[in-house]
């Protein structure tokens, strides 16, 4: 059994809002696992289940080989840090983040010893004596990240946790998440709709759309294998080029509507209705490339550049690289590498190929 699995568990509100869809997930120890998804597709509800503090309406949750499905919060042994931070007004940050400390009954010199290490990890020594309404919403987001991992639960839980940092914050934070996920190997459910966030991250992504799973593997996996066109759209920025068309009798070519030539295919694919999918990078500017258009829009991003390109199967967007020419008004031709066509299903979005 693994440390943490989830069975069946769904969540219906009592108003009728299908919140989680009877999702299965298993999670190793020490794993840092994200629920990646779009606004409403479930992550907090299926934390908070996690947690205990929202009850299922059908199915389990075990944690470390146990039952804890009717248990209260307290007596999970989890770590939560909400994506709106809630900190004590009245205590200041040293004493906030003693807290869990405290009603676990470790003693002072452990307390402050620990309160120490994890303030000099996130920063935090200059405010350790002042209350939360003296602090910035990023710093105080700090203190509830460092509250949270002043102690060793058995799991943490942490609902976008990094929501209010800015852009460099986020991505110290990011780093000491992780590192301290390495050194302590604490299993970790970390919630975020940023996908770039996930990747950075996580072990394994679970991608999850309308309160279902749509896929969980690791970051690489669902970046180039996604199981869906959600996923392929959701995960990668930007998403991934889709083209319509059909996969040939032998299910060896694919032929774009609105293009005389085909596209061999790597691996076989169903015969039928489909789109095929294909990362900005695999698309390249090649003048004997079999697909043809404009670039209409080319965007300078520091390390690449981005061209939106009109062709005559669709908008695509090819990566280029940074010291490339600004080709907006080009003609341009673009061939697809075949290892990394994907294929879609035209009706279920499911991936065949
Ligand atoms: N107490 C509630 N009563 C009724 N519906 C709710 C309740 N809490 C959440 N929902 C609904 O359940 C669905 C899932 O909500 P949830 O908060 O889990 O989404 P989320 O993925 O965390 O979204 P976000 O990224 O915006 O935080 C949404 O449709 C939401 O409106
Ligand atoms: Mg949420």
């Given at each position: 059994?693994?440390?943490?699995?989830?069975?069946?568990l769904?969540?219906?509100?009592?108003?009728?809002?299908?919140?989680?869809?009877r999702?299965?997930?298993?999670?190793?120890?020490g794993?840092?696992?994200?629920l990646?998804?779009?606004?409403?597709?479930?992550?907090?509800?299926?934390l908070?289940?996690?947690?205990?503090?929202?009850?299922?309406?059908a199915?389990?949750?075990?944690?470390?080989?146990?039952?804890?499905?009717?248990?209260?919060?307290?007596?999970?042994?989890?770590?939560?840090?909400?994506?709106?931070?809630?900190?004590?007004?009245?205590?200041?940050?040293?004493?906030?983040?003693?807290?869990?400390?405290?009603?676990?009954?470790?003693?002072?010199?452990?307390?402050?010893?620990?309160?120490?290490?994890?303030?000099?990890?996130?920063?935090?020594?200059?405010?350790?004596?002042?209350?939360?309404?003296?602090?910035?919403?990023?710093?105080?987001?700090?203190?509830?990240?460092?509250?949270?991992?002043?102690?060793?639960?058995?799991i943490?839980?942490?609902?976008e946790?990094?929501?209010?940092?800015?852009?460099?914050?986020?991505?110290?934070?990011?780093?000491?998440?992780?590192s301290?996920?390495?050194?302590?190997?604490?299993?970790?459910?970390?919630?975020?709709?940023?996908?770039?966030?996930?990747?950075?991250?996580?072990?394994?992504?679970?991608?999850?759309?309308e309160?279902?799973?749509?896929?969980?593997?690791?970051?690489?996996e669902?970046?180039?294998?996604?199981a869906?066109?959600?996923?392929?759209?959701?995960?990668?920025?930007?998403?991934?080029n889709?083209?319509?068309?059909?996969?040939?009798?032998?299910?060896r070519?694919?032929?774009?509507?609105?293009?005389?030539?085909?596209?061999?295919?790597?691996?076989?694919?169903?015969?039928?209705?489909?789109?095929?999918g294909?990362?900005?990078?695999?698309?390249?500017?090649?003048?004997?490339?079999?697909?043809?258009?404009?670039?209409?829009?080319?965007?300078?991003?520091?390390?690449?550049r981005c061209?939106?390109v009109?062709?005559?199967?669709?908008?695509l967007?090819?990566?280029?690289?940074?010291?490339?020419?600004?080709r907006?008004?080009?003609?341009?031709a673009?061939?697809?590498?075949?290892?990394?066509?994907?294929?879609?299903?035209?009706?279920t979005?499911?991936?065949?190929?």
């Amino acid at each position: 059994m693994s440390f943490v699995e989830l069975q069946g568990l769904e969540k219906v509100f009592p108003d009728g809002t299908r919140a989680v869809n009877r999702i299965d997930l298993a999670i190793e120890e020490g794993e840092l696992i994200v629920l990646l998804g779009p606004s409403g597709c479930g992550k907090t509800t299926t934390l908070r289940m996690l947690a205990g503090l929202e009850r299922a309406t059908a199915g389990k949750v075990m944690l470390g080989g146990r039952d804890v499905t009717d248990l209260p919060p307290s007596r999970r042994d989890v770590g939560f840090v909400f994506q709106f931070y809630a900190l004590y007004p009245h205590m200041t940050v040293r004493e906030n983040i003693a807290f869990p400390l405290e009603c676990a009954g470790a003693p002072r010199g452990e307390r402050e010893h620990a309160v120490q290490r994890v303030a000099e990890r996130l920063e935090l020594e200059p405010l350790l004596d002042r209350k939360p309404r003296a602090l910035s919403g990023g710093d105080q987001q700090r203190v509830a990240l460092a509250r949270a991992m002043v102690r060793r639960p058995a799991i943490y839980l942490m609902d976008e946790p990094l929501g209010t940092l800015d852009a460099d914050r986020r991505l110290e934070m990011c780093e000491f998440i992780r590192s301290q996920q390495q050194e302590l190997r604490v299993t970790t459910v970390y919630v975020t709709h940023d996908q770039e966030e996930a990747m950075r991250l996580a072990d394994r992504i679970v991608v999850m759309s309308e309160g279902d799973i749509m896929q969980a593997g690791p970051p690489a996996e669902v970046y180039d294998q996604p199981a869906s066109r959600f996923v392929a759209n959701f995960v990668g920025s930007p998403g991934m080029n889709m083209i319509f068309g059909s996969v040939d009798t032998e299910g060896r070519a694919f032929q774009p509507d609105g293009l005389d030539v085909a596209v061999p295919l790597a691996a076989p694919a169903p015969h039928g209705p489909a789109r095929l999918g294909i990362r900005p990078e695999f698309a390249r500017l090649d003048a004997d490339g079999p697909i043809r258009g404009d670039v209409v829009v080319d965007e300078y991003l520091g390390a690449d550049r981005c061209l939106h390109v009109q062709t005559e199967v669709g908008r695509l967007i090819v990566r280029g690289g940074p010291d490339e020419p600004d080709r907006v008004g080009a003609t341009v031709a673009i061939a697809l590498d075949p290892e990394h066509v994907r294929v879609f299903d035209a009706a279920t979005g499911l991936r065949t190929a």
